[in-house]
């Protein structure tokens, strides 16, 4: 689970590491405006999406210049439209115009997953399913990423590789079955989700046995998709995964699976065209 301070801490670092890479020793160019000079602007979206990453603009600002004022005219997970504004600024010119990048990165990236999480959540609302990340993030952004998945209505899968059990086939093999390797989970850390990947009926069914939380359906087919579902009977939490696509989602869901996870939600990130102009 993120935690708000988890976050907190996760977004001051990843501003700050955007900065230095922007930055570096001083903005040059911005030198060139009188340091008295102050200037207002907005951002504007330059196409429809989802909106997210508010906490980390503000982070930005914050970083270089605490005097600069931001107004929002717009809610982390608010859909919008072409040129609509999305918060306007003022400050230092100096100040805008050295931020601007920064700003404007984290906001177009993350709203770039909020946008996609959204346009996968509508496909499927008319079923029970939760959608779920994975790991497959950018490098340093996981947290960040994460919170976008749900300001567009999808879910986070684990966080990492310390906060849940994901037994997969190479772990199976290492522990000698299904079942021991369930059971050393169970013991090594009581409480701690426990999820197993199986590729078959005949898997599926150790997994039950052995007492797994969730049971991951791993390029499971349509037919036994459902069969897997009525085999269950609520004894597990079911998750299908395995190149699950936007023209192969609505019959997956269909099929009564507690879950989805599905890659592309972080890792096929399409970065929303923002704009900003000063006045």
């Not at 504004?85 to 990048?101: D, I, N, V, Y």
């Not at 993350?110 to 939760?130: E, F, I, M, N, P």
């Not at 499971?220 to 696509?245: M, P, W």
Request: glycine share 8%.
């Amino acid at each position: 689970m993120i935690t708000p301070e988890l976050l907190r801490q996760a977004r001051i670092e990843n501003v700050a590491q955007s900065l230095r890479e922007d930055i570096g020793d001083g903005d040059i160019t911005a030198r060139l405006i009188p340091e008295q000079k102050r200037a207002r602007g907005r951002v504007i979206t330059r196409e429809a999406a989802t909106i997210a990453g508010r906490e980390w603009v503000e982070e930005v600002f914050r970083q270089v210049d605490p005097s600069v004022e931001l107004t929002w005219k717009v809610a982390d997970g608010d859909p919008v439209s072409p040129d609509q504004p999305l918060f306007t600024m003022q400050g230092p010119a100096r100040s805008l115009l050295t931020a601007e990048r920064a700003a404007l990165n984290w906001l177009q990236t993350l709203s770039g997953v909020a946008t996609t999480c959204a346009g996968y959540a509508a496909t499927v609302a008319h079923t029970g399913v939760r959608l779920l990340d994975t790991r497959k993030t950018l490098p340093g952004l996981r947290l960040a990423q994460k919170y976008a998945v749900t300001c567009g209505g999808c879910h986070n899968h684990r966080i990492g590789l310390w906060d849940a059990f994901l037994i997969k086939e190479n772990h199976i093999a290492a522990c000698g079955s299904i079942g021991a390797a369930v059971a050393a989970a169970h013991r090594i850390a009581p409480g701690k989700p426990v999820e197993v990947e199986t590729e078959n009926l005949d898997e599926l069914e150790q997994a039950l046995e052995a007492g797994a939380d969730i049971i991951m359906l791993d390029e499971f087919s349509l037919d036994d998709l459902h069969t897997a579902v009525t085999r269950t009977a609520g004894k597990a939490k079911l998750e299908a995964s395995g190149g699950i696509n936007s023209t192969t989602l609505v019959p997956v869901a269909e099929t009564g699976v507690d879950f989805i996870s599905i890659g592309a939600l972080t890792k096929d990130v399409k970065a929303v065209d923002l704009s900003m102009r000063l006045e």
